[in-house]
């Protein structure tokens, strides 16, 4: 197949077309080469459906009787004419491949799993093993199957891998719900759900490839680390130049350098902050004073002051984006004097019209009734004008919100402003309201619990006519305004009617792993039922140090004789020398090492970083993937999965934020194999 794109590029050179067709049939055969080209390697396929002959059992198989098809992550075949040799995961009839069953074959005889090597790129030799499930007499292995459970528990070193050969039958059918259909998934730890997003994206462009294509798709994560852990995912799957980012970036009209105070950056995300801005904006909007002249020639058209209040009224009420509400003005006023003008002396074609239009009394009266603005200036001016402020806010926000947004020291003007992350937010606001920004055909969320109503709101304009894909988990929400309920997210998202489907059942963390953490899950505001486990298999260690420092002290008479300070900061050391022993025995194991802990503080990652250097153990950053060891703060935590978790002190973690036991139970469930928790003090769980 690669052979023969690179050969349409050559051959498709000599076609007989017109310039521009034949650079965009080019383009066209240079971007699919390059696409097989770049594909991962990997075994070419992952299982097979023998369907029933003709006879007993042969009508459910419909077309597929007697037919025998692989499956695989994306179509092969040795010519675009012949039948596939190998079928794609997303076609209608690799669907059989997750859904049947013994109690309802859907016309498949046999289903057989192929079980390969790690790292094989589909060598024969790699074939490590295979299972049939002889599903028309009735025997299936359901969970029991080896080759799955072997897929699931594989060590995970570097990025994400997809799932296509284990996807579940709950997974399956919210991976291929319609287009149009905005779905909402709440998913425990280890349930798949970033997984289930990434190929709903690639389902939906193999399945509805113009309609995506011509609006876009668009995969937004919580940061960049997060992102670049998913990117090798849809590539795999054979799709390649998704887009995907995040909230910030698609919203960045200016470099952030400034910061907020946590109350600011409260009021700011605050969903009522959207019709102060647009009280904000709409104040520049004034009534005309004066008649209007507009000259033409030697003669003068006139517009009287009741006509000219009229127009600005009529376009307010109608509520247009603010450069529409500008530019319909203008026209209106054309509109008068092209029928003053035709009553005198007949029709104006388009080229008086537009003199007109240019004319610059026209444009003297449109700039002082609705003058021409950017969001930076009204956002400016809001923060650093008490009585603009005052005025866009009452009745919205107290006197002390109002404080809190205010610039303690405003700069000359709004060229000169140090933005916030928070007010890039409020500027995509105001630029909606100004004119509304190109959307997606379907955009999909993850962690979209962590989202603002602001925010979200910002994702709706860009899905004002495509559909939502959302993943997350409201016990893991961890921003100061993160939603304890979906309904009112999805309202913000603009889609309160999207399907809400729990995923409860985890594939990945261990349920000893799952159970600790649930006991976090009574202490959080959220309705969230508690997650379970298929897996039997892992191992939890609790690690409790400074038990013989205890007893030295009550023996020896220490106690009370350092301070504060002192005692923390070695109990810091402690904990984070027994953190580097539980590192040390994780490498005896297989499989990557994540050391999670405060991002501040005495046994934060900074001195675990520097304790496993000093024992000569090397430890990579988050954005490394494929590192044995990796060392990360907690709020970076969130979507990242390692075999062995070594957490350190927890309840240092939980006491660094207002949402501090959320980001505690992000921690805990990091872990698909191992997980060792470091502690010298209390658990919060």
């Known amino acids: 197949m690669i052979e023969g794109a690179q050969e349409q590029v050559v051959t498709g050179e000599d076609v007989s077309a017109s310039g521009a067709d034949a650079e965009v049939l080019g383009y066209r055969f240079r971007s699919h080469a390059k696409e097989l080209r770049e594909l991962p390697p990997g075994p070419l396929f992952f299982g097979r459906l023998d369907f029933a002959p003709e006879g007993p059992g042969g009508e459910e198989a419909g077309e597929h009787r007697g037919q025998s098809y692989h499956i695989g992550r994306l179509r092969i075949t040795e010519h675009p004419a012949a039948p596939p040799l190998v079928v794609d995961w997303r076609a209608p009839v690799?669907?059989?491949?997750?859904?049947?069953?013994?109690?309802?074959?859907?016309?498949?005889?046999?289903?057989?799993?192929?079980?390969?090597?790690?790292?094989?790129?589909?060598?024969?030799?790699?074939?490590?093993?295979?299972?049939d499930e002889h599903l028309g007499a009735g025997e299936g292995l359901g969970t029991g199957s080896a080759i799955l459970a072997g897929e699931i528990e594989r060590?995970?070193?570097?990025?994400?891998?997809?799932?296509?050969?284990?996807?579940?039958?709950?997974?399956?059918?919210?991976?291929?719900?319609?287009?149009?259909?905005?779905?909402?998934?709440?998913?425990?730890?280890?349930?798949?759900?970033?997984?289930?997003?990434?190929?709903?994206?690639?389902?939906?462009?193999?399945?509805?490839?113009?309609?995506?294509?011509?609006?876009?798709?668009?995969?937004?994560?919580?940061?960049?680390?997060?992102?670049?852990?998913?990117?090798?995912?849809?590539?795999?799957?054979?799709?390649?130049?998704?887009?995907?980012?995040?909230?910030?970036?698609?919203?960045?009209?200016?470099?952030?350098?400034?910061?907020?105070?946590?109350?600011?950056?409260?009021?700011?995300?605050?969903?009522?902050?959207?019709?102060?801005?647009?009280?904000?904006?709409?104040?520049?909007?004034?009534?005309?004073?004066?008649?209007?002249a507009v000259p033409d020639g030697s003669y003068r058209w006139r517009l009287s002051l009741a006509e000219l209040e009229?127009?600005?009224?009529?376009?307010?009420?109608?509520?247009?984006?603010?450069?529409?509400?500008?530019?319909?003005?203008?026209?209106?006023?054309?509109?008068i004097i092209r029928e003053q003008a035709e009553r005198r002396s007949g029709v104006r074609n388009n080229a008086w019209l537009q003199k007109i239009g240019r004319a610059r009394p026209l444009t003297a009266f449109v700039d002082a009734v609705w003058p021409r603005t950017t969001p930076e200036e009204v956002v400016a001016e809001l923060f650093m004008d008490d009585e603009v402020l005052a005025s866009a806010a009452?009745?919205?926000?107290?006197?002390?919100?109002?404080?809190?947004?205010?610039?303690?020291?405003?700069?000359?003007?709004?060229?000169?402003?140090?933005?916030?992350?928070?007010?890039l937010v409020l500027l995509d606001e105001v630029a909606g309201l100004i004119e509304h920004p190109a959307g997606y055909g379907h955009i999909v969320i993850d962690e979209a619990q962590d989202l603002s109503p602001m925010e979200a709101r910002a994702i709706a304009r860009r899905a004002g006519f495509g559909s939502l894909t959302v993943l997350g988990d409201l016990a893991q929400g961890t921003t100061p305004w993160a939603a304890r309920t979906w309904p009112g997210l999805l309202a913000h998202l603009g889609k309160p009617d999207a399907v809400l489907a729990p995923l409860t059942t985890g594939f990945r963390v261990p349920a000893a792993i799952v159970a600790l953490a649930n006991r976090?899950?009574?202490?959080?505001?959220?309705?969230?039922?508690?997650?379970q486990s298929l897996r039997r298999d892992g191992e939890l260690r609790i690690w409790e140090v400074g038990e013989e420092r205890e007893e030295r002290e009550r023996y020896g008479g220490r106690k009370g004789r350092e301070g504060?300070?002192?005692?923390?900061?070695?109990?810091?050391?402690?904990?984070?020398?027994?953190?580097?022993?539980?590192?040390?025995?994780?490498?005896?194991?297989?499989?990557?090492?994540?050391?999670?802990?405060?991002?501040?503080?005495?046994?934060?990652?900074?001195?675990?970083?520097?304790?496993?250097?000093?024992?000569?153990?090397?430890?990579?950053?988050?954005?490394?993937?494929?590192?044995?060891?990796?060392?990360?703060?907690?709020?970076?935590?969130?979507?990242?999965?390692?075999?062995?978790?070594?957490?350190?002190?927890?309840?240092?973690?939980?006491?660094?934020?207002?949402?501090?036991?959320?980001?505690?139970?992000?921690?805990?469930?990091?872990?698909?194999?191992?997980?060792?928790?470091?502690?010298?003090?209390?658990?919060?769980?």
């Open 155 to 292: 060590p995970r070193v570097g990025p994400m891998r997809d799932i296509a050969a284990t996807i579940q039958p709950e997974q399956d059918d919210l991976v291929r719900r319609e287009l149009t259909a905005s779905i909402c998934v709440q998913g425990a730890p280890g349930t798949g759900k970033t997984a289930v997003g990434l190929h709903r994206a690639a389902y939906l462009l193999y399945t509805y490839p113009q309609r995506i294509r011509r609006g876009g798709l668009l995969i937004l994560g919580p940061n960049r680390t997060f992102l670049s852990y998913i990117a090798e995912v849809l590539p795999t799957l054979g799709e390649s130049g998704v887009r995907q980012s995040t909230v910030l970036d698609e919203i960045a009209r200016q470099p952030v350098r400034g910061r907020d105070e946590e109350a600011a950056a409260v009021v700011k995300h605050d969903a009522r902050m959207a019709e102060v801005l647009r009280r904000a904006l709409y104040a520049r909007v004034v009534p005309p004073v004066d008649s209007l």
């Open 564 to 685: 504060q300070k002192g005692r923390e900061g070695r109990e810091g050391r402690e904990v984070v020398g027994a953190a580097v022993s539980a590192v040390r025995e994780a490498l005896g194991r297989e499989g990557s090492i994540g050391v999670i802990a405060a991002d501040e503080g005495p046994s934060g990652v900074v001195a675990v970083r520097a304790a496993l250097a000093a024992a000569k153990i090397v430890a990579a950053g988050p954005d490394e993937l494929g590192a044995r060891v990796t060392v990360l703060p907690a709020s970076l935590a969130k979507g990242l999965e390692y075999d062995h978790v070594v957490a350190v002190e927890p309840a240092a973690v939980a006491e660094a934020e207002s949402r501090g036991l959320e980001r505690l139970y992000v921690v805990l469930t990091r872990a698909v194999s191992r997980l060792d928790v470091v502690h010298s003090r209390p658990l919060p769980f």
């Open 94 to 131: 690799s669907r059989a491949f997750y859904q049947a069953g013994p109690r309802d074959p859907q016309g498949v005889t046999v289903r057989r799993r192929f079980g390969w090597a790690p790292g094989s790129e589909g060598d024969s030799a790699d074939l490590s093993g295979l299972e």
């Open 394 to 423: 009452e009745g919205i926000l107290t006197a002390g919100e109002q404080r809190a947004l205010l610039w303690a020291k405003p700069p000359r003007s709004h060229k000169s402003a140090k933005w916030s992350a928070a007010d």
């Open 310 to 335: 009229q127009i600005v009224e009529g376009v307010r009420e109608e509520a247009p984006p603010y450069a529409i509400g500008r530019e319909r003005v203008r026209t209106r006023a054309v509109r």
């Open 520 to 531: 976090l899950l009574a202490a959080l505001d959220v309705d969230v039922p508690p997650a």
